[in-house]
Structures are given as C-alpha cells and as structure tokens.
C-alpha cells in the first residue's frame, strides 16, 4: 500500500510545463535522428547488397505495364479488331510457353559485364538466363516473357524463334572451353525447363544453328554430345550407315532445321554443332553419313 501511494504522489507533481516541451522536442529530434540513421543504414545495404535495385524497379514496371495489357478486355490486342456487337470471352486458356531453348556464349569476358549489359536499354539485347562460370545461375526475365537473344533467325519453319524460346547466355569469350560447373548447371536447368514446358529434344539449338553465317555461338568448345546423351539435341551414331544413292545432303540439313538459303553458311553452322574439329565448309563422306543419320532422327 505504502508503495502505491509512493507511486501517486509521483505522478501527482506537477512538472512545469516547459518540462514537457523540452522532453517532447527532445524526444522528436531522437526519433528524427533515429530514423534517419536506419534509413541511411537501410539504403547502405540495399546498395551494397544489390547495384540492380533501379534496373530492377524498371523491370517490374515493364511486368506491369503487360499484365495490364493481359487484363484488357474486350480484347485490344495487336489483332485488335471487334468482329462482333458483344464482347464474349472464353473462360479456356493458359498463358503460351515456349518450345525452344537457344544456348550462346556471351563472347564477354565476365558475368558481372554480361548482366550489366543485359541491364542498359541501348543494348536492346537480353536473355532469360546466365551461367556464370562458377556455375551460378542468374534467371533475368520470367520464362512467359520474350527475350531479345535470337534476333533473325529460323530453325525448320520456325521464323521468330524470339517469341517461342528461352534464351541461355553462358559466360565464355568463345576461345575457351566451358567449365564442368557451367555445363553441370546448365544440364540441371534444361531438365527443368524440358519438363516444364514439355520441349522436344529436337528443339535445344545453338544460337549458330539458328542464325547460320550470322552467329558461331556457342563455340566448338560447346558439348553438344554430353548434351545429347542427357537428352537436349540429339547425336549421330553412322556405326555401319551406308550412304545410299543419290542422298541429298542440303536436303537433310533442312530436314534437321538449318536454313539452307546459304548452303555454305547451313554447312558451317551444322559443323560448328556436330564436327567441331572440322573447320571447312565442304560435305564430305563421313558428313554425308552423319547426315544420313540425324535426318532419320529429326525428321
Ligand atoms: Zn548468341
């Protein structure tokens, strides 16, 4: 009891009441300094941990700006056009996945330059992934997005391979080989994406394959075969193949995909793939057998 009433004549005295001013603006400038001093802490941080915050913040306004799109309706898209007096939407549909998956080198010298360049608008260019060579794996733009990586290009009747792939960068200069950590990563994300979007083998190209005479990416370092084997591309076997008469071998190149407008230039980009070792442009015997038996297996 006789702490209670301690207590209450405690709280009875009256303070001056400048006492109370000084002790509210005391107590204002300590928060004000407190608050200032966690935002510079804050922003330090973000700064240190990430030097892509802005570019980051311009992506999800990009994002946005197409999910606003997606949302209009009646439907404005590029077709654009209202055939009927009402508008009638499907309740039916899925987002559109893609159904090929292009590899480049990067032909820089780091992933640190390859993500600052896939970050400022004037390149114009950009890709879904990058493989660093220590194996770590930066997923740039969300799959259902459009990369800018394949440019011109055309792989059997496929015209705007940009619209219907994915797109991965791996870091190499182009005149050394691929570390076992990047190929090991790689392996792993395109079983991931092969079973997501269900991807045919036939459908894992090289950017050289779909770009003949304009692109030699990935290198003749590149292991198409290990990939093949792990179900990405698919590979020759010619044991006991017999070329028969009149094969036409322009005639399989397109079969397989290569567009064969340029013949030397499908030829180069089909040895870049399948003979690395061979850096001529000419067809001869054992190419005619390997031919031979991938047009059977791509056809
Ligand atoms: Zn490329």
């Given at each position: ?9 405690f ?31 804050i ?15 311009a ?5 946005k ?11 404005e ?45 004037r ?16 997923h ?18 496929a ?18 080989p ?28 090289g ?22 084997e ?18 036409n071998?322009?005639q399989?190149?397109?079969i ?36 031979f ?7």
């Amino acid at each position: 009891m006789k702490v209670r009433q301690q207590g209450l004549m405690f709280i009875a005295i009256p303070l001056p009441h400048y006492c109370f001013i000084s002790l509210f603006i005391f107590c204002m400038i300590n928060l004000f300094r407190f608050v200032f001093l966690a935002a510079m802490i804050i922003m330090a941080n973000g700064c240190a941990r990430n030097p892509y915050a802005t570019t980051n913040k311009a992506y999800k306004k990009q994002a946005k700006g197409y999910a606003k799109l997606l949302r209009e309706y009646p439907v404005e898209d590029s077709a654009g056009l209202n055939y009927a007096p009402s508008w009638t939407g499907t309740t039916n549909f899925t987002m559109r996945r893609p159904n090929f998956v292009v590899i480049h080198h990067t032909a820089q010298n780091s992933c640190d330059q390859t993500l600052k360049t896939f970050t400022l608008t004037r390149t114009q260019v950009s890709a879904h992934y990058v493989i660093c060579r220590d194996g770590t794996i930066h997923h740039m733009l969300n799959d259902l997005l459009r990369a800018h990586h394949a440019g011109a290009s055309r792989w059997g009747n496929a015209t705007d391979i940009n619209s219907s792939s994915i797109g991965i960068e791996i870091d190499n200069n182009g005149f050394e080989p691929f570390t076992d950590a990047q190929i090991n990563s790689l392996i792993d994300l395109l079983g991931r994406l092969k079973r997501a979007y269900n991807i045919p083998s036939t459908n894992f190209v090289g950017h050289a394959d779909v770009a003949p005479g304009r692109k030699v990416d990935p290198s003749r370092y590149f292991p198409w075969q290990k990939l093949a084997e792990n179900g990405y591309g698919l590979w020759y076997d010619t044991t006991g193949v017999v070329i028969p008469e009149g094969f036409n071998e322009m005639q399989a190149l397109r079969i397989i995909g290569y567009d064969i407008k340029n013949p030397a230039n499908a030829i180069q980009s089909f040895k870049i793939h399948f003979t690395p070792a061979d850096s001529t442009s000419m067809i001869n015997d054992d190419d005619k057998k390997i031919l031979f038996d991938l047009e059977k297996k791509y056809q």
